[in-house]
């Protein structure tokens, strides 16, 4: 069974920036492609980033720029590197393969990006 767990958010002011991490049990994250998404309240869940089985990374355009997708294969980590966080990137953050498969959805860590 794929437990994904997320961690990392947190309050951060306009400007700021936060890293986070997404670990897993019973899963490899180095033979999957990879997502980070979020939803904002009242918003569906969108797709963020992603990163190949090779490395290769890709951004929605909102983030492009800001944000950093990253995988560590020893430690089966992934992350998200975001910089110049705006009040629109306030929403809880997800891990998931790419696409997102429903039963690996996990709890989600809340960002909240406010003065």
């Known amino acids: 069974q794929v437990h994904m767990v997320e961690s990392g958010g947190g309050l951060v002011q306009p400007g700021g920036s936060l890293r986070l991490s997404c670990s897993a049990s019973?899963?490899?994250?180095?033979?999957?492609?990879m997502g980070w998404y979020r939803q904002a309240p009242g918003k569906e869940r969108e797709w963020v980033a992603l990163?190949?089985?090779?490395?290769?990374?890709n951004y929605k355009d909102a983030v492009k720029g800001r944000f950093t997708i990253s995988r560590d294969n020893a430690k089966n980590t992934m992350y998200l590197q975001m910089n110049s966080l705006k009040p629109e990137d306030t929403a809880v953050y997800y891990c998931?393969?790419?696409?997102?498969?429903?039963?690996?959805w996990g709890q989600g860590t809340q960002v909240t990006v406010s003065s």
């Open positions: 998931n393969s790419f696409p997102g498969r429903r039963e690996y």
């Open positions: 019973g899963f490899i994250f180095s033979v999957n492609f």
């Open positions: 990163i190949t089985i090779p490395g290769i990374t």
